[in-house]
T-cell receptor
Framework: GNSVTQMEGPVTLSEEAFLTINCTYT??????LFWYVQYPGEGLQLLLK?????DKGSNKGFEATYRKETTSFHLEKGSVQVSDSAVYFC???????????FGTGTRLQVTL | NAGVMQNPRHLVRRRGQEARLRCSPM?????VYWYRQLPEEGLKFMVY????????ESGMPKERFSAEFPKEGPSILRIQQVVRGDSAAYFC???????????????FGEGSRLTVL
């Protein structure tokens, strides 16, 4: 079956530090990959996505590259801000199932 | 506000009572999904509905839980005889109708947080 594995949190960084949140997946077929972000007390919002191998999704300074050879979709940002503090979820969708499969989420805390 | 609307935002129930959670999808969306988020855990799929049809309920507990998306009105997730383990955030998401392959992109509501005393 499909599954997503994310690095354990919480991740605590100082403002302007470099961020990497690891995500690997197992899937049948050729999944689309997503990063969603959940700010405190809110629902999830799509952050970025990639639909095929070697695609790079980017938004708000965040980037992730779909690596089929390593089945990974790591999230990166060169310089985090306090406002980036949130929980980040990696997810996949294969199209043969009707649902997104989410990782467990990684909490990011950015301090001044 | 044209987003996914969920209510109530917070619901407190005693063990054995019923909980009803409502979700109005984004305008023009005909697909509704319910997910459950337990404390400190990720989102777990529960059910996928289209108008008047349950498409996939593979994530729904076999007992006490039911969902509907009537022709008119919001989608409703119903939990009968709640127990403490039902305490969680329940998120609804919607997606537009598709003429072919789903993209997998979902639009989420802000969630309904159920607390069972």
């Amino acid at each position: 079956g499909n599954s997503v594995t994310q690095m354990e949190g919480p991740v605590t960084l100082s403002e302007e530090a470099f961020l990497t949140i690891n995500c690997t997946y197992t899937a049948t077929g050729y999944p689309s990959l997503f990063w969603y972000v959940q700010y405190p007390g809110e629902g999830l919002q799509l952050l970025l996505k990639a639909t095929k191998a070697d695609d790079k999704g980017s938004n708000k300074g965040f980037e992730a590259t779909y690596r089929k050879e390593t089945t990974s979709f790591h999230l990166e940002k060169g310089s985090v801000q306090v406002s980036d503090s949130a929980v980040y979820f990696c997810a996949l969708y294969t199209g043969t199932a009707s649902k997104l499969t989410f990782g467990t989420g990684t909490r990011l805390q950015v301090t001044l | 506000n044209a987003g996914v609307m969920q209510n109530p935002r917070h619901l407190v129930r005693r063990r054995g009572q019923e909980a009803r959670l409502r979700c109005s999808p984004m305008k023009g969306h005909s697909h509704v999904y319910w997910y459950r988020q337990l404390p400190e855990e990720g989102l777990k799929f529960m059910v996928y509905l289209q108008k008047e049809n349950i498409i996939d309920e593979s994530g729904m507990p076999k007992e006490r839980f039911s969902a509907e998306f009537p022709k008119e009105g919001p989608s409703i997730l119903r939990i009968q005889q709640v127990v403490r383990g039902d305490s969680a955030a329940y998120f609804c998401a919607s997606s537009p109708p598709t003429s072919g392959r789903h993209t997998g992109e979902l639009f989420f509501g802000e969630g309904s947080r159920l607390t069972v005393l």
